[in-house]
């Protein structure tokens, strides 16, 4: 993964090109990792890159299409998370250091009670990642001269997504003495007799590898620094508001996200490709808005309804051209060049491409359904015969 950019020129006329995206009095909406790793998940989306990219208010610009999503946390949800993760690194991180030590590091020195938590505090995302870059460091040479651990409560870490720089801010990371740097996920589900939602899991997972990702960045200009690739996720234990930890493997999740990360388009390319004039500001008429983000490609899957704010708008249009991509992205894998409904049932009635291997798998396939339902048919027919004959 590329460095963060130098100041430039060229980045400057960008950042000003996507302000004009936004609207000149509309302030960037920050990238986090929740959105990352949704992002890598589909890296084929340009309208998402973009709009990410640019710093879009998704959901207002959803709002505005009169297509809104029903997205994020109840403020129950929310004041609960922050209760559980204040107890969980309350009296100085001595509960969360224990067990970091008990599920990642047992055979080390104990965190006794007097562990490093330094002060994050700085002006502004840049200002606040490269004091944590400092902190980081302190914290890996402390740990080699005194054995000291050290807890970084919401450090600021930055990461280039294509061509944008993107700041995210993990729970809390943890420096053991030997060097190695550990994240901790805090979730508000719960972990009932040591296992968790798996699906939770698995977005928390995704989660942490893109934190993992950024610390790489920093690591790699710290003498005996490593990312441990084995996250720490802590979670209510059963049905109490107590803490409960398990070790989390994101070696998949951080490969998988690194590869899509990598693949994503350019910001700068693609605001390049969007007609001049055209942008996402809030207060434009809502058929600017839907000719703007008609401009920029999507790739509409199913499992955008679960991760995109605009996913309701791309399902309508995607519908609309009868496209195969609403129907999931494997029956998108299978049927190859044949892109539409419409042309996916002409071929299953023999008028597909002539030689497409496709086409000619789906008119066998329609071939063969129809030949078993006139078998199921007659069978009944025959068993209601006799039936009535005895």
Same mark, same amino acid.
């Given at each position: 993964m590329s460095s963060y950019p130098p100041s430039s020129a060229p980045q400057t006329t960008l950042r000003q090109r996507l302000a004009g995206l936004r609207g000149p009095a509309v302030p960037p909406r920050p990238l986090d990792a929740r959105a990352l790793a949704a992002l890598a998940a589909n890296p084929g989306c340009g309208r998402r890159a973009l709009l990410d990219g640019a710093g879009v208010d998704k959901t207002a610009l959803a709002s505005a299409l009169g297509s809104p999503a029903p997205f994020g946390q109840s403020q129950f949800a929310i004041v609960r998370g922050n209760s559980f993760e204040a107890k969980v690194k309350g009296d100085g991180g001595t509960e969360l250091l224990r067990l970091v030590h008990a599920h990642l590091a047992a055979g080390s020195e104990p965190p006794g009670p007097g562990a490093r938590v330094p002060d994050l505090s700085a002006a502004g995302p840049e200002g606040r990642a490269a004091r944590t870059a400092l902190a980081? @460091?302190?914290?890996?040479?402390? !740990? @080699?001269?005194? !054995?000291?651990?050290?807890?970084?409560?919401?450090?600021?870490?930055?990461?280039?997504?294509? !061509? *944008?720089?993107?700041?995210?801010?993990?729970?809390?990371? /943890?420096?053991?003495?030997?060097? @190695?740097?550990? /994240?901790?996920?805090?979730? *508000?589900?719960?972990?009932?007799?040591? *296992?968790?939602?798996?699906?939770?899991?698995?977005?928390?997972? @995704?989660?942490?590898?893109?934190?993992?990702?950024a610390l790489e960045k920093t690591a790699a200009k710290v003498a005996g620094a490593e990312v441990g690739h084995t996250v720490l996720l802590v979670c209510p234990k059963d049905f109490s508001n107590l803490p409960t930890a398990s070790p989390v493997d994101v070696r998949r999740e951080r490969s998988v996200t690194l590869r899509q990360l990598e693949r994503l388009t350019r910001i700068e390319e693609l605001a390049a490709a969007l007609p001049e004039g055209l942008g996402f500001d809030p207060a434009q008429t809502a058929e600017e808005l839907a000719e703007a983000v008609a401009a920029v490609e999507a790739a509409y899957a199913p499992e955008c309804l679960a991760a995109c704010e605009l996913a309701f708008h791309c399902r309508e249009k995607a519908r609309a051209a009868d496209q195969v991509s609403a129907l999931g992205r494997s029956v998108r894998g299978e049927l190859g060049a044949l892109t539409t409904v419409g042309e996916a049932l002409a071929a299953a009635t023999g008028q597909g491409p002539a030689g497409d291997p496709t086409a000619a798998a789906l008119h066998r396939a329609a071939r063969l359904r129809a030949e078993a339902l006139q078998l199921a048919g007659a069978a009944r027919v025959d068993g209601e015969g006799c039936a009535w004959h005895s």
């Open positions: 980081l @460091r302190e914290a890996t040479a402390a !740990g @080699r001269e005194a !054995g000291a651990w050290t807890l970084l409560d919401h450090p600021m870490l930055a990461l280039e997504v294509a !061509g *944008s720089p993107a700041y995210l801010e993990p729970d809390a990371v /943890v420096v053991h003495p030997d060097g @190695r740097w550990t /994240v901790v996920e805090i979730k *508000s589900f719960p972990m009932i007799d040591g *296992s968790a939602d798996a699906a939770k899991v698995g977005a928390a997972a @995704r989660q942490a590898a893109v934190y993992v990702l």
